[in-house]
């Protein structure tokens, strides 16, 4: 894929959306993103400025209380949760990284091409009616629900942020049309992810969580989802992957316990990715959320663009990562037990 045909949703004005001092979730996350875009733009990459998310895209997702509650604080400094601030520009900001991710659906769609939304704040966490973790609207789930709007039966979800997506499953936790997958650490904040939480309903099977202990490096999340994400997926057939693309499991994060590099979380990426072009069209989007050292995640951001450039014919040229991989088979048989009812061909499918 060459540079011209991957477009890369930035902006300089996610800087505005203010934290307290010393929060995680800094401004400075923004300044990053912003030096990642404007040297893959001058280095022949297509870059564009979102608009910001309509109110009623938002309605597909939260409560419109919910919505009139953020609409509220507009202007203003407010303490939404325990750890979750607005700033006089968030509800703007807010809306600008939904309408990036948005963006990048339609891009996909419409192209079968990579689009990756460089935003802040974070989504993943942000449940239908409150913000939560860092997070005010949930721009991955709302980027899913958009396009179902446009059509598609079949989305798949794939977050490897350090932090189980709360948000995300919640929102679709009844909803067979969106598998969600989550590789994360547990115990861990904010508590959910557990291997019993598999959907309910009509949506029974389709959350897929992939617990790990703290530790786990790029040769067990490199199992996990070689042995797991990848054969799920296929059996799901999506017809669009949304990636949502938390760096912070890096090994520098300091909010995490487990041990990813830049390589890992390019391994990682280049599977999803080549899985997206062999079986849904090249419809792939990656939209950021956590990572809070700043070097890991500008070189963790720059890894993740070079994989949309790269020539890979298919799955089996990515050699597996070589290293322990302890804590991801310790955690392999509950999820086995959970989700084979589900997923039948897990209990025999081998490492790609």
């Not at 929060?23 to 996350?29: G, S, V």
């Not at 977050?159 to 861990?188: A, C, E, K, M, W």
């Not at 799920?232 to 994060?253: E, N």
């Not at 890979?312 to 088979?329: F, K, Q, W, Y």
Request: hydrophobic share 40%.
């Amino acid at each position: 894929m060459s540079k011209s045909n991957v477009l890369l949703i930035s902006s300089s004005r996610f800087v505005d959306h203010g934290t307290p001092t010393g929060h995680p979730e800094q401004p400075a996350r923004a300044t990053v993103m912003t030096r990642v875009a404007d040297r893959w733009r001058s280095s022949g990459g297509r870059v564009v400025e979102p608009t910001p998310i309509d109110t009623a895209a938002l309605a597909r997702v939260h409560e419109p209380a919910y919505l009139a509650e953020i609409a509220s604080v507009s202007g203003r400094r407010v303490q939404l949760d325990a750890d979750t601030y607005a700033s006089p520009e968030t509800e703007v900001v807010a809306r600008l990284a939904v309408g990036a991710a948005v963006t990048g659906v339609s891009y996909a769609l419409d192209h079968s091409s990579p689009a990756l939304a460089f935003v802040r704040p974070p989504g993943h966490h942000a449940e239908r009616d409150r913000a939560m973790g860092f997070c005010v609207y949930n721009n991955a789930a709302v980027a899913a629900a958009h396009a179902l709007s446009r059509g598609l039966e079949r989305v798949v979800v794939i977050d490897y942020d350090v932090h189980h997506g709360n948000g995300i499953q919640s929102i679709f936790y009844d909803d067979p049309r969106v598998l969600y997958i989550s590789t994360h650490q547990y115990p861990f904040y904010p508590g959910t992810g557990a291997v019993s939480e598999i959907g309910k309903g009509a949506g029974a099977g389709f959350t897929f969580n992939i617990p790990l202990e703290a530790g786990a490096g790029d040769a067990d999340l490199d199992l996990m989802f070689r042995r797991l994400v990848l054969p799920v997926t296929l059996d799901f057939q999506p017809q669009l992957v949304i990636v949502s693309a938390g760096f912070d499991a890096h090994a520098d994060d300091p909010l995490g316990g487990m041990r990813v590099t830049v390589d890992g979380f390019g391994t990682l990426t280049r599977l999803i990715y080549r899985l997206a072009l062999e079986h849904c069209d090249g419809r792939f989007v990656i939209v950021t959320e956590g990572g809070y050292h700043l070097p890991a995640l500008e070189a963790c951001l720059e890894e993740v663009l070079v994989v949309t450039t790269e020539q890979i014919r298919d799955l089996e040229e990515i050699m597996p990562v070589s290293g322990s991989t302890d804590v991801a088979e310790a955690a392999l048989g509950p999820i086995l037990i959970a989700q084979t009812p589900y997923w039948p061909s897990i209990s025999t499918s081998t490492q790609l």
